[in-house]
């Protein structure tokens, strides 16, 4: 359970409502209904107002939503206004990918430094920062206490490399190596990002399709 007595799996759908409303938002959509909302988003109706309805509902009967205000919320319980310091482990493929397109300013993070063991991309430039070597990870960490980690490093330099990490209060990790923290740090939030679970279960989806066809 998350905020209270709300569940994960609500908190784990606010961040569609959230991209949802912003694009409402820039549409200069002022309100909408929740029939409306959820045609969008193919939710059910009842589904939106139970999962609002967890945080004291925002709707108003015969108005629907104001998108501002429903943003601005939704902001607010997922904690993206607030300044959040975050590390990069990893300046392969993956986590340059990460580094250049994922905009963390709007959800409250500021990319402080981007590590890596490899000598040969020390100083390399991606977006505005300049990798840097791992060995000075920990110095790195005393010194400006970052919040959360990213870690796009291979399974066993994970697993080396968390303790530390903890130790000098990372509080919550992205964790895109395939080395499960979640068995070993309790009290630290951990999303385990795995594209190809992801994949499989589109595998499953396009089979289920397939049979039901051919039935
Ligand atoms: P890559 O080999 O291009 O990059 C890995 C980087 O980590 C290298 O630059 C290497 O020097 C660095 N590294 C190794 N040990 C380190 C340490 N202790 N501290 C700092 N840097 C260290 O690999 P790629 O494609 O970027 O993938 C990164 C990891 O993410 C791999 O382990 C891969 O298995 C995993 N991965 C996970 C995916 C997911 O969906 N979760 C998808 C793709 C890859």
Redesign the pocket.
């Known amino acids: 359970m998350a905020k209270g007595n709300v569940s994960l799996s609500v908190i784990r759908r606010l961040p569609r409502y959230h991209r949802f409303l912003k694009d409402l938002l820039n549409a200069g959509t002022v309100r909408i209904s929740s029939g409306d909302l959820s045609a969008k988003m193919g939710l059910t109706a009842s589904q939106i107002r139970q999962d609002l309805n967890c945080f004291g509902g925002f709707g108003q009967q015969g108005y629907g939503y104001n998108v501002r205000d429903l943003y601005e919320e939704i902001s607010k319980i997922l904690g993206l206004g607030k300044h959040r310091k975050a590390i990069l ?8 990918a990460i580094a250049l397109h994922m905009d963390f300013s709007s959800r409250g993070f500021e990319l402080m430094g981007i ?4 000598p040969a ?1 020390m100083g390399l430039a991606v977006g505005d920062q300049a990798v840097q070597d ?1 060995a000075g ?1 920990e110095a790195f960490c005393k010194l400006h206490r970052p919040d959360i980690a990213i870690l ?4 066993e ?1 994970a697993k ?2 968390a303790p530390m990490l903890v130790r000098h209060g990372i509080r919550g990790f992205w964790n ?3 080395y499960d923290l979640t068995l070993d740090y309790d009290g630290i939030a951990v999303e385990n ?4 679970d992801s994949l499989s279960t589109l595998c499953f989806r396009v089979n289920e399709l397939e049979q039901a066809e051919s039935e």
Request: proline residues 3%; aromatic residues 6%.
């Open positions: 482990l990893g300046a392969g493929n993956l986590g340059r590590f890596d063991s490899n991309l791992s990870l796009c490093i291979p399974k330099a080396a490399v895109f190596s395939h990002v795995h594209l190809g």
